[in-house]
């Protein structure tokens, strides 16, 4: 029983910033993994950061290494994700998940058990 709900999404200009939070209910984060996955239209669902929960190791895509930043507040149990110097190809459905396993290989969805609505990133150019 994980419910989880995205939300920050919106329309922002190239070149500017967006933080998406993924807030957890029904149960509380202790150990496993946290990702987030994006979709575009006529696109696969793509890996885009993830974190471990208990050692805070994360990991994220070479499409959004240096300009994404994940992260992880126990007290809320919230994921966020930083997202800077946005690009109109980061447009897309962003979508939290969550998994109470440790050793995974995080960009694999069917690796993940509970999954948000997701929540629309629309950059304009």
């Known amino acids: 029983q994980v419910q989880l709900v995205e939300s920050g999404g919106g329309l922002v200009q190239a070149g500017g910033s967006l933080r998406l939070s993924c807030a957890a209910s029904?149960?509380?984060?202790?150990?496993?993994?946290v990702g987030w996955f994006r979709q575009a239209p006529g696109k696969e669902r793509e890996f885009v950061a993830a974190?471990?929960?208990?050692?805070?190791?994360?990991y994220y895509a070479d499409s959004v290494k240096g300009r994404f930043t994940i992260s992880r507040d126990s007290a809320k149990k919230t994921v966020h994700l930083q997202m800077n110097s946005l690009k109109p190809e980061d447009t897309a459905v962003y979508y939290c998940?969550?998994?109470?396993?440790?050793?995974?290989?995080?960009?694999?969805?069917?690796?993940?058990?509970?999954w948000g609505q997701g929540t629309q990133v629309t950059v304009s150019s």
């Open positions: 998940a969550a998994t109470g396993r440790i050793l995974i290989v995080v960009g694999v969805t069917r690796n993940y058990d509970y």
């Open positions: 029904g149960r509380t984060f202790s150990t496993g993994t």
């Open positions: 974190v471990k929960w208990s050692s805070g190791n994360t």
